[in-house]
């Protein structure tokens, strides 16, 4: 039977491309200063409908609907947001702000089948909870460009397209109007950000004729989308990744909106230069989330983004030079470092205790489980990628140890072999 389609097998070399990126993350999260949570995998279907809103709400796998009472329909979790919010809303005083938290968990979406896009992924969240100046947005895109950069791409791979909704909400403001007169609402709001969000792709009358609705010509809107002057929310943002030598990294974009229901101001997106993929990353502020979800109990100010492991791993195969780097982590991923060749089967008890006791130093050791020939053996140990064979045979107590790469041989002791 075959896999469901989006979905993936990770066989080992898979494996080893999925954890050079994990790895990669939590390194450079942790030398920011972020520190590692995680949440359920399944949450309340509603708390995705009620907070993630746009094009996920129709992505959720639902799952558990039970007969007990009060059973409440779960979702596979699609993001990380409103969990975290819930989270930090639930036991916000045991925190010291601003916390600044990161996670690389699974997600599930029921997406159109495109390249970039599956139906379970890995997403890296990095997040700022408590703290509204500009500063920390600049650490949060900061963040974002080093989990690039640590991955071996440049300015000249990728750009980070940062925007505002703040400065998206005075446009509408001012430019739309009802045609029915009434005063315009915080979901006519949303829905202008979703024109918005789609007007890049979509055809340019499907988007004149969605502005109609509010009065507004499309002509209007491309030119404030193609203005590149940065707002006064933006520009303190920018003075400081030009501060930390990473201004080379991000243009100011205002075609930029983000599809999900909760941010407030500063939004951004990371795009590859060649424009070969979707988006690599996309975060902002969601200043009013907490306090959404706490009922006003909680309301602190939250940043954040994600990035996906699908389009980072298709770009890093396309760039030579992190293909390169990508593909020297994965090698030196051998499944051992030791193998010890047994040439006197009549020895295979001794070369269990050696094995036993390099494997209890932490050395990486394998060895033939089954009796074979000493040319079989050295070819298991080429095959595994050893560096070292250790050879139990006639000079027992004593071994022969080869290196593998320069066929150089000598014989050692046992304390001798530790040191090796
Ligand atoms: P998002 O834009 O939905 O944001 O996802 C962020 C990134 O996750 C995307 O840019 C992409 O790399 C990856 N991604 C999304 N959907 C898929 C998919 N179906 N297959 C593969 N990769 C995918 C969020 O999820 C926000 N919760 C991010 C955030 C955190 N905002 C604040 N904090």
Request: aromatic fraction near 10%; charge should be neutral; hydrophobic fraction near 45%.
């Amino acid at each position: 039977m075959d896999k469901l389609p989006g979905f993936r097998d990770f066989y080992p070399a898979d494996c080893a491309r999925r954890n050079y990126v994990l790895e990669t993350w939590r390194a450079v999260a942790r030398r920011y200063g972020f520190v590692e949570f995680d949440g359920p995998v399944v949450e309340s279907m509603e708390l995705y409908e009620k907070k993630s809103g746009g094009e996920l709400v129709g992505q959720l796998f639902t799952v558990g609907v039970t007969a007990e009472p009060g059973a409440v329909k779960g979702a596979l979790r699609p993001e990380m947001t409103p969990t975290l919010a819930r989270m930090v809303a639930a036991r916000e005083r045991d925190f010291k702000k601003p916390l600044k938290w990161f996670c690389v968990p699974n997600f599930f979406r029921h997406e159109r089948q495109q390249r970039g896009r599956l139906r379970e992924f890995y997403q890296l969240n990095c997040d700022i909870i408590g703290e509204a100046s500009p500063a920390a947005d600049a650490e949060l895109l900061a963040v974002q460009i080093d989990m690039l950069r640590a991955c071996g791409l440049t300015e000249k791979d990728f750009v980070v397209r940062l925007s505002s909704r703040t400065a998206w909400q005075n446009f509408f403001q001012s430019n739309a109007k009802r045609a029915d007169g009434a005063a315009l609402t915080a979901d006519d709001e949303y829905e202008f950000f979703q024109i918005v969000d789609k007007a890049e792709r979509a055809p340019p009358e499907k988007t004149a004729a969605a502005l109609a609705k509010f009065g507004m010509s499309a002509d209007a809107l491309l030119v404030f989308m193609r203005s590149k002057e940065p707002t006064a929310e933006l520009a303190p943002i920018l003075a400081d990744l030009q501060a930390r030598g990473l201004g080379a990294f991000v243009e100011v974009d205002y075609a930029i909106v983000r599809g999900l229901a909760y941010y407030t101001g500063v939004v951004f997106e990371v795009f590859d230069r060649a424009k070969n993929e979707r988006a690599l990353a996309g975060g902002g502020r969601y200043d009013r989330l907490l306090s959404l979800m706490s009922d006003g109990k909680v309301d602190l100010p939250a940043l954040g983004f994600g990035m996906g492991d699908v389009v980072l791993l298709n770009l890093l195969d396309e760039i030579p030079a992190a293909k390169a780097k990508l593909d020297a982590w994965c090698a030196a991923q051998h499944a051992c470092e030791l193998y010890v060749v047994i040439a006197k089967e009549e020895l295979r008890p001794q070369a269990l205790a050696l094995v036993q006791e390099l494997r209890d130093s932490g050395r990486r050791t394998d060895f033939a489980l089954a009796p074979a020939k000493v040319g079989k053996q050295f070819q298991a140990a080429e095959n595994l990628g050893a560096r070292l064979a250790v050879v139990v045979g006639e000079e027992w107590p004593r071994v022969k140890v080869k290196t593998l790469a320069t066929r150089e041989e000598r014989e050692v002791s046992r304390e001798e072999l530790a040191a090796l």
